[in-house]
């Protein structure tokens, strides 16, 4: 596809990547990947501030790298907002295109944040499996947990593709695929549509069904550590549900045995 002109000048202290691919799972999600500034550095899980060089004073939104900290490109995961000020426009890029990016990273979704322990629990809904996705391909995960289980609640069946997609790529990864292989277990279940596995993830948990199903035993902060990625309520109760089991949330300058991080929503 042929580039479409800028609008607007690039502002100053931003990278311009250009987008290399784009893939639309549903109507309402779609991932792409852009170039990667040589110049950026960042560690897996963290998230970037992404925006469209089409105003004058453009408008960012959080975007979690979805690649590792290795790769030489970068992934995002975006859910479509009809009249979201940036998603609304950012759903009709094509390769070529130019994306705009903020030079800094952050976030607390990171291996630095927890202790070591045997299992890594990465719980996510809807686009907050995307730090998750950078996390299960960066080799530093591997090194710190022996056992990594990612569970992707969704409201319908099409949303978790791109999960089921990842998890089915890494064993045949060339750089990682050696290190993933049967280490990692999906458990994904969606709520508005018939599946295989209905239900909340905190409701599969609280329920024992989640245990059951995969024949573990039960999440205890001695041997494990959680990492929680969604919208704001689900955040809340898994968080609430941690704690009540013993888990205390960590930070880089005190590592401990869960984190979590709000998804980008709009
Ligand atoms: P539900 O369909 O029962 O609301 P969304 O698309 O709204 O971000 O939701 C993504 C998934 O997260 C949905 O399957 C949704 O279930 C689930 N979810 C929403 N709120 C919570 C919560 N408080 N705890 C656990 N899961 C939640």
Request: glycine residues 6%; negative net charge.
């Amino acid at each position: 596809a042929e580039a479409r002109p800028l609008q607007f000048p690039i502002p100053a202290n931003v990278y311009a990547e250009t987008v290399l691919s784009v893939k639309h799972y549903t109507d309402r999600l779609f991932s792409f990947r852009i170039t990667r500034p040589q110049s950026l550095r960042f560690r897996s899980g963290e998230f970037v501030m992404i925006g469209l060089p089409n105003a004058e004073k453009p408008v960012y939104r959080a975007y979690s790298v979805a690649s590792p900290a290795w790769d030489e490109e970068l992934e995002f995961f975006s859910i479509k907002v009809p009249d979201g000020p940036l998603t609304s426009e950012l759903q009709k890029i094509q390769v070529g295109d130019t994306v705009i990016m903020r030079q800094k990273s952050t976030g607390t979704l990171v291996v630095d944040a927890l202790t070591p322990a045997k299992r890594l629990f990465m719980i996510s809904t809807g686009t907050g499996i995307a730090p998750f996705a950078s996390l299960l391909r960066d080799p530093d995960t591997y090194e710190k947990f022996d056992q990594l289980i990612l569970t992707h609640t969704c409201r319908h069946n099409a949303e978790l593709i791109y999960g089921q997609e990842l998890v089915a790529a890494l064993e045949s990864d060339p750089l990682i695929g050696e290190l993933t292989t049967g280490r990692v277990t999906l458990y994904n279940s969606t709520t508005r549509e018939e599946s295989a596995r209905m239900g909340r993830i905190t409701a599969l948990i609280g329920s024992g069904k989640f245990y059951s199903d995969l024949g573990i035993e039960k999440l205890n902060p001695e041997t494990d550590r959680v990492m929680i990625c969604g919208s704001m309520h689900m955040l809340k109760d898994v968080k609430e549900l941690a704690e009540s089991l013993g888990f205390q949330e960590g930070s880089l300058s005190h590592p401990s045995s869960f984190v979590v991080e709000r998804a980008f929503v709009g």
